[in-house]
């Protein structure tokens, strides 16, 4: 069966219920396998997964280039694009330590690379991935908006920002959504920033959904992570910190089990059913993941099954911060 469909808040998009992240199939969770990504790719789009998510950092836009690959042999049209913009790296491929670079002049240079990358006229939605607090999100939005009237991007998007400030966005430009990381894992943006979003008729596209792999159900304590995975370095990857993590995917692990599914499936699926604004990136790299995740498609929650899996994994129960201790502090949404 093709893959749900839901509205990206009032003024977004059509999107399947579940999108695609495609950031680890050039970057930040070690090798990955061009060849097995395009067919991964290629799988999603024919099983009617319409929204991939990048950046134009992402491998130093190689890969833009990697899901321009990809579109050669399916239909654009087919495809929401989902692009974020405004992070720095160097040649050997290190991120800068100097602000986000989301200033209006940026919007403009950063949009015309990643058209000629992805080898399109138009980006669906165009975001900045972070906020710079010296440059008024006012600005950025204001440059995005002129953009999107002159038909370079067709939805504006926001990454990462606290309630105040989507508010401030919202007053300049209509908004289809939010991205921010939302799982059984990361509750924080329930308290504030969700019930601003839906006064607000904004949507959310929620990354980590399986935090970073360890909501996968096929993590492993020994796993050894390589130099240029970033979770070596994830406070929540760590020791004991790691050891307490796992405890709770057993327990959501054998909510799974009781229903026929997967603990990843559980995962994904939860994270649909906290509403129909709501969308899910999942970052699989390989056909029999992107095929796994997709089966949460098909699993209803009902409301006995929810309490069972809030249970497992208590909000707030989650062992370490998502992120080291200075990326937490460049996060609008975090403050």
């Given at each position: 069966m093709p893959v749900s469909r839901r509205k990206l808040g009032a003024?977004?998009?059509?999107v399947s219920t579940i999108g695609l992240g495609a950031m680890g199939m050039s970057d930040l969770y070690g090798p990955a396998d061009d060849a097995e990504s395009i067919a991964t790719l290629h799988?999603?789009?024919?099983?009617?997964l319409n929204l991939i998510d990048t950046g134009d950092f992402y491998g130093s836009g190689a890969n833009e280039m990697l899901i321009a690959r990809a579109l050669r042999e399916r239909n654009r049209e087919d495809v929401v694009l989902s692009v974020k913009f405004g992070s720095r790296r160097a040649p050997d491929g290190s991120f800068q330590p100097v602000p986000y670079d989301v200033s209006p002049a940026a919007v403009k240079d950063?949009?015309?690379?990643?058209?000629?990358?992805?080898?399109?006229?138009?980006?669906?939605?165009?975001?900045?991935?972070?906020?710079?607090?010296?440059?008024?999100?006012e600005e950025t939005v204001g440059?995005?908006?002129?953009?999107?009237?002159?038909?370079?991007i067709r939805h504006i998007g926001l990454s990462e920002l606290g309630a105040d400030t989507?508010?401030?966005?919202?007053?300049?430009?209509?908004?289809?959504?939010l991205q921010i990381e939302y799982s059984l894992l990361s509750r924080g943006p329930e308290e504030n920033i969700i019930p601003v979003l839906r006064?607000?008729?904004?949507?959310?596209t929620a990354y980590g959904v399986l935090s970073r792999g360890l909501l996968s159900g096929h993590w492993s304590p020994s796993r050894e992570l390589s130099g240029g995975d970033f979770r070596a370095h994830s406070p929540r990857f760590q020791g004991e910190n790691l050891e307490a993590n796992l405890r709770l995917v057993e327990a959501l692990s054998r909510v799974a089990e009781r229903l026929g599914a997967v603990t990843s499936q559980v995962a994904i699926a939860w994270?649909?059913?906290?509403?129909?604004?709501?969308?899910?990136?999942?970052?699989?790299?390989?056909?029999?993941?992107?095929?796994?995740s997709?089966?949460?498609d098909d699993l209803k929650l009902d409301r006995e099954t929810l309490d069972e899996i809030e249970a497992a994994i208590p909000a707030g129960s989650a062992a370490g911060e998502r992120y080291a201790a200075p990326m937490m502090a460049t996060l609008d949404s975090e403050r």
């Open positions: 003024n977004g998009p059509e799988a999603a789009i024919d099983a009617g950063r949009l015309s690379y990643s058209l000629r990358r992805l080898g399109t006229d138009y980006l669906d939605i165009y975001r900045p991935a972070r906020l710079n607090p010296q440059i008024p999100v440059a995005l908006e002129e953009m999107r009237q002159a038909g370079y989507i508010r401030r966005a919202a007053a300049v430009a209509p908004i289809s959504d006064e607000l008729g904004i949507g959310l994270v649909a059913a906290q509403g129909q604004d709501i969308v899910p990136l999942v970052g699989a790299r390989r056909r029999e993941r992107l095929a796994e997709l089966g949460a």
